[in-house]
């Protein structure tokens, strides 16, 4: 059974995707076994630049996005909605959704229903083959 378990974000790295076409976003990885002794949520906080992107993809599960600094719009299938301090956006399982660029410091905190980040299949649109 995990134990309560506390993370300090100031101590962790900056995380960011392999590939670049993913976007400039960088991450920090607050829960996520089996690095921490936790299970049933993933979460940490994005970390956008003036100028970063985090291309539209998508994933099955829900995500939900809580705004901490800044202010920016995340496209959720093709609707745009602010993100802001205080602001929680839910993102349904499937949805294309991502922040085409920030045009300022954004921070966000970001959840899912699933023990590791490693079981959280992202499809990026640009990665995705056209259906013929």
Do not use: K, N
Not at 58 to 83: K, W
């Amino acid at each position: 059974m995990p134990t309560a378990t506390a993370v300090d974000q100031s101590a962790l790295p900056d995380e960011r995707w392999d590939d670049p076409a993913r976007g400039s976003i960088r991450f920090r990885t607050l829960f996520s076994a089996p690095t921490t002794d936790t299970t049933e949520l993933t979460c940490g906080v994005a970390i956008m630049a003036a100028g970063d992107t985090f291309p539209l993809h998508s994933h099955p599960q829900a995500e939900v996005y809580f705004g901490l600094e800044g202010e920016g719009e995340v496209m959720i299938d093709g609707v745009a909605h602010r993100l802001a301090p205080g602001i929680a956006l839910y993102i349904p399982g499937g949805a294309v959704h991502g922040v085409p660029v920030a045009h300022g410091p954004l921070r966000w905190f970001y959840t899912f229903a699933a023990t590791s980040f490693g079981d959280i299949r992202y499809s990026f649109l640009h990665e995705t083959d056209p259906v013929t």
